[in-house]
């Protein structure tokens, strides 16, 4: 770029000069030569020259005596035109004022007289109307005499004011006083001589001219409410008289004739001088415009020269033979922030404002440190030799603004010869941006703590290198690790049994290729220890090279943590191994537990059958002994019915017992449901206190039952779990209170709120209890007296299971206890949402009505109906038995479930007849037993159905787990009981299902052809 610069330049300077050369010669031309030996030629020249000298003051005397004289003349005519103007017009405004006061102050007072209240005086009466008749033949005998009556508001429009005589009116409305005006105005194209005369409106001009509402109504009529009204006492109108100002060529006329002599002389003596001085003008002339189209032309081509010095997007510099600066161009000017002025024909240093030029008081060149200088060696080398520099880089240190500034520029310098002068064409980058990319990027390449080298083509050898990577191959410094290569750093071959000369070079081609590249490596340390590293290989492109940026991170610890995640790895397998292990115990414990559970329920449940069964029978029978004739006074009676008591009493605390044991199992099984139903809180603790109000009378205590506001009609909860809650709460309150009082308190909290709570407090005034007693009271099988001389009993089972049923009905339970000062249970529950819920006050205390009397029909509901009763137990089988026949049922007993199918199938074919052959008409209802032998009862149940049985099959099982209940009606039962029996309980569901049933047999089937006769005496 520098040589075609160059070569650019000189061609441009060359043409510069040429045309300089030639612009000097014609101007040399001009003059007489010195060296002319022909004498007579000298003299003509020189009287020539003289000669023209004095023509030329002869001319410009006459021209200037002819233009004096010819000024005077057209001066004094010029005036006498003016006068005798401003004459006729102040005649003729005269005249007009004169016409309109005549007409103002005579005519029409005289005509007013003559007309009505309502008519006005018509237009060709006004003063104005007149006047302009009077003047009109006037002007058609002067065409060029104005007359007007211009107004801001006429009521004729050919009398609306220009802009001019709108500022004439303005003048007369600012100085009230003025009586006329007088000056030169423009109208329809033409210069008028003009002059104007006020006309202020007075009190009987505002009759017309006022307000349209005073003005007679045939005036307003015509011209409207606003043509010529709106006018004010003082408001100004102007009349204007003027002539004509064009009279120039009238004034030219005259002055040729007064003139002619003065004129024909002038012209004589300027057309004598022009015939002498034609030949020399026409000369000089040619030479003027030649010269001029030489400078032109000159000053073309340098603009073009500096359009291409400007242009050019680099700095540039014309250095002359003295380092003087000869040109500059606006980039380089940019770049330091100086005028190209400033710069011209002064030292680099001087004009750049080096900072070092200021140190020495001759300027740049003479201070110490421009001995160093780099743009003056490039300079001096360039003028020496005569060679080109290219890309030599320099720091200037500038003083831009008043700040100290450095500047990185690269700098290429030609020399170049112009009109026999050597010069030197530097060109100047501003690299300062790339600099500081550089210092940016190298600090970032030494500070990083990952080793970064460069590998440079076509043998890859290292380049440079940052601390981080002299410390990871343990070199002394840069040099060291340089002189390296790559064979020295690696081992012979790589994990993979690879040469790692050979590796190394697949993994520099596929760097190239793909711009990144990354792998793993073994490298070697300094002592030859060997170390496990990532690897990044990244091409970096510098101008037209290209070389390659490695990286290269120690992994040791990485592969160790690699090594132990493995191992851990490995560990958490064995463990999960073992935790599936001993998962699968723990859920065969589960089962086992369950299992056992439901074993144990089955088999304590199944002798308290009998138990409790046979209890109630023997106390319903006590009455019947005849031991003596009165059962009232009979001690053996009352002794025998104590007995009774006690054998129900510990059957149903055992019974408790088996219970609570089975709902903690299935709490921690996550097998009890909650079925949520919206009940009433009032009736619920109703409920409670009147069934708990016995064990409280029976130990002499009070239990009252209080709300403390308002409560809802229902919330929505599971009734029999919060009653289970409540009854253990209240039990253990009447149970632990020898003296005082229990009362149930229940409220209802943040009722507008988004989450409303339902309340219930148990308070008791017992014993109470210690802190360390309080928090271990809600765990299973714990007892706040645990020793053997405790005085009261229990398992522990309770409040555990309270708690837990709390936390399935979205509450809590939480305790406030001190010894001696009683106990107070909160429980805290969810009642749903009650924003459509009534709320209704209670009273203070509460009765829970009475239960109903069982029906003194119940035992005789059954009387007549057939009942096939499936039970391997004899006791249980004698117990169920006695209760079904008398309650007046026909009941059929089997041992299992093979023979409970088949009897149960042959009575209900036609015809048919169970295995004894005693029973020929079909079975009203199955009572069965789910656990015997030979066949259970879920097996004979399937079975029935498979095999269209259609009556109904009750489930009698000591199975009271959460489970058995779905699983007696998943294999066709109808209903399920529970053992110990319940007398009343057994026989309502079975006078219930007898009732549908027989409500179902009247009804035509497939399967049985003949109806079923209905049980006699059945209610």
Known sequence: MIRSLKVLLSRWLHRIGGLARRAAFLSRRKQPRPEQPDRDAAVRSSLFGRGSWVLATLAML????????????????????????????????????????????????????????????????????????????????????????????????????????????????QNPRAEAWSGTIEYDGKTFYARAAPRRFQRACLECHGDPGDAPAALAARYGPTRGFGNSLGDVSIDLAGVSADDAPAAWDHLRAHMLLAAGLGVLFLGGAAAAIRLDVRRRRRAAETLRLQKEEVSRERAKLQAIFDSVQVGLLLIDEQTRVARVNDVLARLVGRGGDELLNRQPGDGLCCIHAGESPAGC??????????????????????????????????????QRKQVWASLSA????????????????????????????????????????????PDWRFTSANPATLALFGMRDEAEFTASRLSDLSPPTQPDGRISAEKAEQMIETAMGEGVHCFEWIHLRRGG??????????????????????????????????????????????????????????????????????????????????????ADLLDSQIDCCDVCEVHTACRIRSRNREHLSTIRRNGQHLLQIINDILDLSKIEAGKLDVEWQAVSPAAILADVVSLMRVRAEAK????????????????????????????????????????????????????????????????????????????????????????????????????AISKRLAALLRGDITVASRPGAGSTFVLSIDPGPLADVAFHDQPGEVTAPPRPAPSPRLEAS??????????????????????????????????????????????????????????????????????????????????????????????????????????????????????????????????????????????????????????????
């Not at 005509?111 to 009077?134: N, T, W, Y």
């Not at 003479?366 to 290219?390: F, I, N, W, Y």
């Not at 170390?531 to 992994?555: C, H, K, N, Y």
């Not at 096939?868 to 089988?877: R, T």
Request: overall charge negative.
């Open 414 to 457: 030609a020399p170049l010869e112009l009109e026999g002068k050597k010069y030197v064409l530097l060109a100047v980058v501003d690299v300062s941006q790339r600099k500081e990319a550089e210092q940016r990027d190298r600090a970032l390449f030494e500070s990083s703590r990952d080793a970064l080298m460069t590998l440079a083509p």
């Open 365 to 402: 060149g003479h201070a110490e440190a421009c001995r160093d200088c780099v743009m003056r060696k490039t300079v001096e080398s360039v003028l020496a030799q005569g060679r080109p520099v290219r890309d030599a880089e320099a720091a200037w240190h500038l003083s831009i603004g008043g």
């Open 862 to 1019: 059954l009387a007549g109906c057939r009942i096939l009763l499936a039970e391997d137990g004899i006791d249980n089988q004698r117990l169920i038995a006695f209760l079904l026949n008398k309650a007046g049922a026909e009941v059929t007993a089997v041992e299992n479930g093979q023979q409970a199918l088949e009897t149960a199938l042959a009575a209900a074919r036609p015809g048919g007849a169970p295995p004894d052959g005693v029973a020929q008409a079909p079975f009203d209802l199955i009572l069965m037993d789910m656990q015997m032998p030979v066949m259970d009862g879920y097996e004979a149940t399937r079975r029935l159905r498979a095999q269209g049985y259609r009556g109904p099959i009750i489930a009698l099982t000591a199975h009271a787990m959460a489970d058995d209940r779905q699983k007696c009606l998943d294999a066709g039962c109808d209903e399920y009981l529970s053992k110990p029996i319940d007398r009343a309980t057994l026989l309502s569901t079975l006078a219930g299902f007898l009732m549908a049933s027989r409500a179902r047999a009247d009804e035509p089937t497939e399967e049985f052809v003949e109806p079923q006769t209905p049980c006699k005496d059945f209610c």
């Open 62 to 173: 006459g021209v200037a005596f002819v233009t004096a004289v010819i000024g005077q003349a057209w001066s004094a005519i010029r005036q006498t035109v003016e006068k005798a103007a401003e004459e006729k017009v102040r005649l003729a405004l005269e005249l007009n004022v004169a016409v309109r006061r005549y007409v103002a102050a005579a005519i029409r007072p005289e005509f007013q007289k003559r007309l009505h209240g309502d008519e006005f005086i018509p237009e060709v009466m006004s003063s104005s109307f007149i006047a302009r008749s009077v003047f009109d033949p006037v002007r058609q005998r002067v065409p060029d005499f104005l007359l007007r009556f211009p107004s801001t508001n006429p009521r004729n429009p050919a009398n609306q004011a220009s802009e001019q005589e709108w500022r004439i009116i303005r003048y007369f409305e």
């Open 700 to 799: 002499g205590l009070p239990l009252k039952l209080e709300f403390a506001g308002p409560m809802p009609d229902t919330i929505l909860t599971d009734p029999a779990r919060l009653r289970q809650i409540l009854l253990n709460l209240v039990g253990n309150a009447i149970k632990f209170t020898e003296e005082g009082s229990v009362r149930v308190v229940a409220r209802v909290e943040g009722i507008g709120n988004a989450g409303p709570r339902f309340i219930c407090e148990v308070i008791d005034t017992g014993r109470g209890m210690t802190e360390e007693q309080v928090r271990g009271l809600f765990r299973p099988f714990h007892q706040a007296d645990a020793s053997t001389s405790r005085q009261y009993g229990g398992t522990g089972l309770g409040l």
């Open 529 to 614: 220890a060997e170390f496990p590293a990532s690897v990044m290989l990244t091409r970096v492109e510098a101008g037209d090279q290209a070389f390659l940026l490695a990286t290269v991170r120690d992994i040791t610890a990485q592969k160790e943590s690699e090594r132990q995640q493995r191992e851990y790895a490995a560990a958490l397998e064995r463990q999960k191994a073992k935790m599936e292990e001993l998962y699968r115990a723990a859920e065969a414990a589960t089962r086992a537990k369950s299992q056992f559970l439901a074993n144990m329920s089955h088999e304590i449940r199944t002798p308290m059958t009998a138990i409790l069964g046979y």
